[in-house]
C-alpha cells in the first residue's frame, strides 16, 4: 500500500468515526432542540410534548426522561382537564423511580396513579399500575406481596385478554418464587410466561424468560437445560442490543460455569457483566458483580482478594438500595473469616447478614436455621477449641487454665446457639402472626361476599314478591269485586265471593309484609332507627309490649353497618317472640363517640348461657358472624326465668357516615 493510498483510507476512516458521532450526538439532542421551540406553544400542545419525550427516552436516556416527564406531570397539576395524563406520567415516574431504587417513591406514584385509573374508569392505566406496584414490591424484596399482589392482577388481564400483560406477570410471579428459593413454582409460570412471549413473537420477553429458566435449572442442577436457555437468551439480547439483560446473563452464566467447575469460562463471563454494567453506570448490577467477583477468588483460595471485592459489592449495594446483594456479599464475608480462624469478624458479618435478610423480606416466610449454618457454627466452634487446646499444650499451661479457657468457649458457644434459637423463634412468631392476617383477611372476603348474596338475594325475592305476585294477586282481587259486581248473587253466594275477596287481600298484605321484611322501604330511605321503628311497629303490641329507643342517628350510617346491624335485630326480636315467652321486650339504639351500641333486653324466660353451644343454630352464628364482620362484638347475657339480654357493640371506624 502507498502513501497516498494510506491517506486516503485515514481520511475516511476520520470522515465515518466523525458523521458516527455526530449522528449519536443528533439523537441525543433530539428531544432538547424540540424543546427549545415550544416558547409560544399552547399547555396542551407544550404538555404533550413532554409526555412523548419522556416515554422516547424512557430505554435510551433514563435521566432525560425523568425530567421530561417531571416537567409533564407539572403542567398536568394545572387543572382537571389532564387528569389521565397525570395518571400516565405517575405511572412512568413511578417506574423511573423503581428503577432508581427509590422504591417509596416508586410506590407513591404508582398508587396515585392506581388511584386516578379507578376514578375514570381508565382499564389500561389500571392494570400498568397494578403490575408495576408488583413489580416494585418485587424488586425492594417483598416477594410474598408481590405474589398477592400478581395474583390480583392476572385474572383482570385475563378477562380483558392481555395476553402481554399476562406474560409479564407471569414472569414477575416466577422471579418472586425463585427468590423465595420455590423452584417448582417458579419454574411452571416461566413456562407459561415462555409460551405467550413467542405466541406474541414479543422477542425482549422471550430473551428474559429463557435468562431465568438458565438460572432456575442451574439452582436444580439441570445443566444441560440451564445451559441451553442461557445460550439462546444470551443470542436474543444479542439480537436486540440489550446490554442490560446481556449483562445479567453473564451472571447467570458464571453462576452455571462455576458449578460445572469451569473457573476460566465463569470469570469470563463475570468480565464481560462488569464491563456492560460499568458503561450502564447500573449500581445493583456493579453489586452483584462484585459479590460474584468475590466468590470467584474465594473458590481460588485468594481471601484477601475476595474479601476486597464484597467489600466493593457492599458499597455498590448501598447505593443500589438492594438487601439482596448485601445479605449475600456478608455472608460471603463471613464465611472467608471463618475460614481464616477470625471467629470475630465472621460473627460479626454474620450478624449484618441476618439484619440484611430481616430488611429483605418485610412479609417474611417461615424459615428455620438451616443444616449447613449449624454445621458451619459448630465446625466453626470446634476449630477454635482445637486453636486454644493446641494453645495451651505449646505454653505448657496447667490444666485448671485450660478447662477455663474451654468453659468460657462453652458459654460463647451456647450463647449463639441462645441467640440463634431466640432469632429463630422470633421469625416464627412473625410468620405466624402474618399467616394470621392473611387468614382473618379471606375470612372478612369471604363473610362479605356471603353477607351481600344474602342480601341481593333478599332483594330480587323482594322484589318478585311485590313486583310479581303481589301484583298479580292485586289484580285477581279486582277481577273478583268485578265480577261480584256483574252476577245477580244471592245473599249465601255473595258472603262466599266476599270470603274469598278477603283472602286475596289478606294475601296481598301477607306478601307486602313479607317483601317489606325483606327490604324494608325505611331501611333504604330513612335509615337504621326508621326501619326498625317500622319493624317494631308491625308486631302485635297486646301479646309483646315493645319499648325502642334511639340517639344519636339523625344522620345516616354507612350502608353495611345499617344492613348488617337491622338484619341482627330483626333476628333478635324474633328469637325473642318464638322462644322466649315475654311480655315486655327493650330496644336501644345508641351512636355516639365510642361507636354504635344496640341492645334487646326482654323478661322472658332466659337460658343457661354456659350450654349457648348445645343450641347455638344457624340464627345465632349468622347473628355473631355479622357483627364480626363489622369488628364488633357481641354477647348474650342470660339465667334461667331472668330473661336474656343481647349486647352488641360496633367501634367508631366503622360508624362512618355517608355522604
Not at 400542545?45 to 406531570?73: I, P
Not at 413489580?135 to 402481554?164: C, H, M, R, T
Not at 456492560?276 to 481471601?303: C, S
Request: a positive charge; proline letters at 1%; glycine letters at 4%.
Amino acid at each position: 500500500m502507498n502513501k497516498n493510498h494510506f491517506i486516503n483510507y485515514k481520511k475516511i476512516f476520520l470522515f465515518s468515526f466523525f458523521l458516527s458521532i455526530s449522528i449519536l450526538i443528533n439523537a441525543q439532542t433530539k428531544w432538547e432542540q424540540l424543546e427549545a421551540t415550544l416558547k409560544d406553544s399552547s399547555e396542551p400542545a407544550t404538555l404533550k410534548f413532554y409526555m412523548s419525550a419522556a416515554k422516547d427516552n424512557f430505554f435510551s436516556n433514563r435521566k432525560q426522561s425523568e425530567r421530561f416527564a417531571s416537567k409533564a406531570y407539572a403542567i398536568s397539576l394545572a387543572g382537571n382537564q389532564y387528569i389521565n395524563e397525570k395518571g400516565d406520567m405517575s405511572n412512568l415516574l413511578g417506574v423511573i423511580s423503581m428503577y432508581n431504587a427509590n422504591y417509596d417513591a416508586s410506590d407513591k406514584y404508582l398508587k396515585d396513579a392506581l388511584l386516578i385509573a379507578k376514578q375514570e374508569n381508565n382499564e389500561v392505566l389500571k392494570l400498568k399500575a397494578l403490575g408495576n406496584l408488583a413489580l416494585n414490591s418485587s424488586k425492594k424484596g417483598a416477594y410474598q406481596q408481590a405474589i398477592v399482589q400478581i395474583f390480583e392482577l392476572i385474572p383482570l388481564l385475563e378477562k380483558k385478554g392481555d395476553k402481554l400483560g399476562m406474560a409479564n406477570n407471569y414472569a414477575n410471579l416466577s422471579n418472586a418464587y425463585f427468590y423465595l428459593e420455590q423452584l417448582k413454582n417458579a419454574e411452571i409460570y416461566q413456562l407459561k410466561a415462555l409460551d405467550l412471549f413467542r405466541e406474541l413473537n414479543y422477542k425482549q420477553g422471550v430473551g428474559n424468560a429463557m435468562n431465568t429458566l438458565g438460572s432456575i435449572y442451574s439452582d436444580k442442577k439441570d445443566f444441560k437445560r440451564a445451559i441451553y436457555y442461557l445460550e439462546k437468551a444470551e443470542a436474543y439480547k444479542k439480537n436486540l442490543n440489550d446490554s442490560t439483560g446481556l449483562a445479567n446473563i453473564y451472571i447467570n452464566m458464571f453462576e452455571l460455569y462455576t458449578r460445572l467447575n469451569n473457573k476460566e469460562a465463569g470469570f469470563k463471563a463475570l468480565q464481560k457483566s462488569e464491563k456492560l454494567f460499568k458503561e450502564l453506570k447500573d449500581n445493583e448490577g456493579m453489586a452483584k458483580v462484585y459479590t460474584n467477583m468475590g466468590t470467584y477468588y474465594y473458590n481460588l483460595k485468594e481471601y484477601k482478594t475476595a474479601v476486597d471485592y464484597q467489600n466493593k459489592s457492599i458499597q455498590f449495594a448501598r447505593k443500589g438500595k438492594d438487601a439482596y446483594v448485601l445479605n449475600i456479599a456478608y455472608e460471603n464475608i463471613a464465611k472467608t473469616y471463618s475460614y481464616l480462624n477470625r471467629p470475630d469478624s465472621a460473627i460479626s458479618f454474620n450478624t449484618k447478614a441476618k439484619v440484611a435478610k430481616d430488611s429483605l423480606l418485610d412479609f417474611d416466610l417461615q424459615k428455620k436455621i438451616s443444616e449447613t449454618e449449624i454445621k458451619y457454627q459448630t465446625e466453626k466452634k470446634e476449630k477454635l477449641i482445637g486453636q486454644q487446646q493446641l494453645l495451651l499444650k505449646a505454653k505448657q499451661l496447667t490444666i485448671v487454665r485450660r478447662n477455663y479457657l474451654i468453659g468460657i468457649a462453652s458459654a460463647m458457644l451456647l450463647l449463639v446457639i441462645s441467640v440463634s434459637y431466640f432469632l429463630s423463634r422470633q421469625n416464627k412468631l412473625k410468620n405466624k402472626a402474618h399467616l394470621q392476617n392473611l387468614v382473618m383477611h379471606q375470612q372478612q372476603l369471604s363473610t362479605k361476599a356471603v353477607l351481600e348474596a344474602e342480601e341481593n338475594e333478599r332483594i330480587r325475592i323482594a322484589k318478585d314478591l311485590h313486583d310479581g305476585i303481589g301484583q298479580m294477586m292485586s289484580v285477581a282481587k279486582m277481577n273478583l269485586s268485578s265480577i261480584e259486581y256483574e252476577l245477580d248473587l244471592d245473599a249465601d253466594k255473595k258472603l262466599k265471593m266476599d270470603r274469598v275477596i278477603g283472602l286475596v287481600d289478606e294475601s296481598c298484605k301477607e306478601i307486602r309484609s313479607v317483601s317489606h321484611n325483606l327490604m324494608p322501604n325505611a331501611l333504604l330511605k330513612a335509615g337504621l332507627a326508621a326501619a326498625v321503628r317500622e319493624f317494631i311497629d308491625k308486631i302485635d303490641h297486646h301479646s309483646l309490649q315493645i319499648d325502642i329507643h334511639s340517639e344519636g342517628l339523625n344522620e345516616r350510617l354507612d350502608a353495611d353497618t345499617e344492613t348488617v346491624l337491622y338484619r341482627v335485630i330483626q333476628e333478635s326480636v324474633n328469637n325473642v317472640i318464638k322462644h322466649s315467652a315475654a311480655n315486655h321486650l327493650d330496644v336501644s339504639l345508641i351512636n355516639d363517640a365510642d361507636g354504635i351500641s344496640v341492645t334487646v333486653e326482654d323478661n322472658g324466660r332466659g337460658f343457661n348461657t354456659n350450654e349457648i353451644e348445645q343450641f347455638n343454630g344457624i340464627g345465632l352464628k349468622n347473628m355473631k358472624t355479622r357483627i364480626e364482620y363489622l369488628k364488633g362484638t357481641i354477647e348474650w347475657n342470660s339465667k334461667p326465668g331472668k330473661g336474656t339480654l343481647v349486647a352488641m357493640h360496633i367501634p367508631v371506624k366503622n360508624n362512618s357516615k355517608t355522604s
